[in-house]
């Protein structure tokens, strides 16, 4: 399969494949226009062409004209700062698509599609037509260190759309009624596969978040667009369940919402699924080096998954590397390492190999129970070592998210003469709440031993986040 076949064989429909705002496109006008688009990009002189368009129909256009154009994709976070675009560029030796309101930027070429008026489209041949080595090379988010560039091909990436389709029963003939709501940055490599991908290949209609998230604005799409299907990250979800349990006498077509790029405890989420009755709400896990979903939960286990990552897709082997302290976790704890033909071919430009025959050690710390479910226990990167003793930041932070008068909170080391490092927490306050440390280091001790009971509070207005909405750590 290839990445073009999502379109290639919806290339006839009338129907809506995509609405934005007042704006929409049909399956055939996609195709059509993307075709066209690409006769411009196989005349630039790089085989890498970056994206840099906010969520959009116009993104649709362009993602799939590099594919048809022979070239690579290199998808770049809009609210991504002229700095960071440029750093990306010069890395990828991309030219750019993006829009005439944007800065200047130092590339071999740049094409504005908003100035684009020539859509004559030209004849093509399917057998002719041949894939890039390499079809989309994602700037990973980071969030504990600079960016690194991830290699992605045809293979891997409808390999995981297949795999995808397959764990939650998904099919053209099943799904192609339904509609799914995007309020995630395209240029994730999350909503480029479980959302565009999938969704195409199976004849759905997305819809588009027209600007920031805005929960008002998500829930008038939800109504006027029959949306069945979104997904989100567990900050939004949160959110999300507590006003749509608000407004439960409204008619609401919403059947799932799939969620990850962050923990969530198991308290949580059973106060999500109770706001959210008749839905259904799937955890899932993945990376952007694995295509990127290595596991979820589906409607056969979702209720009684707790807060696992459910199972582990088809294609996928996994087994657990040894942790320097094993014995601060649970048995047969260890770092995820995962093998399959969505694993990527590699960073750009990596001086060491990054996958050693066929494995990808994530960074991750997980584990795998006795019914084959998947947990996530944290980055290996977000480790504390204070006293000698090793304590999981994510761990924490799950723990003082409980707390009634807290909104977010970041938990990190500090270094310290005596300990090594102690253990520190940005907090940010729920609107007209205020916070007593000893109580809220009382509350801390039900459910943390001492030595991972933050030594130092902040109080800050807000944390830190990517693109993707996951904390920044750096």
Excluded at 79 to 108: F, H, K
Excluded at 111 to 117: G, Q, T
Excluded at 279 to 291: C, I, R
Excluded at 313 to 328: P, T, V
């Amino acid at each position: 399969m290839k990445i073009i076949d999502c379109l290639y064989e919806n290339r006839g429909l009338d129907k809506t494949a995509v609405r934005f705002g007042s704006d929409s496109i049909s399956y055939k006008e996609l195709w059509n226009k993307s075709l066209a688009y690409s006769e411009k990009i196989k005349r630039l002189n790089t085989q890498n062409v970056a994206i840099l368009l906010p969520n959009s129909i116009d993104y649709f256009i362009s993602y799939y004209s590099i594919l048809l154009g022979g070239k690579t994709v290199v998808p770049i976070g809009y609210y991504l700062g002229q700095n960071e675009v440029q750093e990306i560029l010069n890395e990828t030796g991309a030219c750019l698509i993006t829009t005439s309101d944007r800065d200047v930027y130092e590339c071999e070429d740049v094409l504005y599609i908003d100035k684009n008026d020539d859509w004559e489209v030209p004849d093509f041949d399917y057998d002719s037509y041949k894939t890039s080595e390499v079809a989309v090379v994602f700037p990973t988010s980071g969030t504990t260190s600079r960016s690194k560039y991830v290699q992605l091909s045809d293979l891997n990436l409808m390999q995981n759309v297949q795999d995808i389709m397959k764990i939650l029963s998904m099919s053209r003939e099943k799904n192609r009624n339904d509609n799914e709501l995007i309020v995630l940055p395209l240029t994730a490599s999350f909503c480029n596969t479980t959302q565009m991908l999938v969704c195409l290949y199976c004849s759905m209609t997305i819809t588009i978040l027209d600007g920031r998230i805005s929960l008002p604005k998500i829930f008038q799409l939800m109504k006027t667009n029959d949306i069945t299907y979104c997904e989100m990250t567990p900050t939004l979800l949160k959110i999300f369940a507590q006003h749509y349990n608000m407004l439960k006498d409204e008619k609401f077509e919403l059947k799932r919402i799939s969620c990850g790029g962050e923990t969530i405890s198991e308290d949580e989420l059973k106060i999500v699924q109770k706001q959210l009755t008749g839905v259904e709400v799937y955890l899932g896990y993945g990376l952007t080096e694995a295509g990127p979903v290595v596991a979820t939960q589906c409607s056969e286990d979702y209720l009684y998954a707790g807060n696992s990552v459910g199972k582990l897709l088809d294609s996928f082997e996994i087994r657990f590397g040894a942790l320097d302290n094993q014995d601060d976790y649970p048995d047969g704890a260890g770092e995820i390492e995962i093998k399959g033909p969505c694993i990527m071919k590699g960073y750009l430009n990596e001086e060491k190999p990054s996958v050693v025959e066929g494995w990808f050690a994530t960074g991750d710390i997980g584990y795998m129970d006795e019914n084959n479910y998947l947990y996530i226990i944290g980055r290996k990167k977000n480790i504390i070592i204070s006293g000698g003793r090793n304590i999981n930041a994510e761990e924490v932070e799950n723990v003082v998210r409980k707390y009634d008068a807290v909104e977010e909170c970041r938990v990190y080391g500090e270094k310290n003469s005596i300990y090594g490092e102690v253990v520190v927490i940005d907090v940010v306050k729920k609107k007209d709440c205020s916070i007593d440390n000893k109580e809220l280091i009382h509350f801390c001790k039900e459910y943390l031993a001492d030595y991972k009971i933050p030594q130092k509070f902040n109080y800050v207005d807000f944390i830190k986040k990517n693109s993707s909405g996951k904390i920044i750590r750096y």
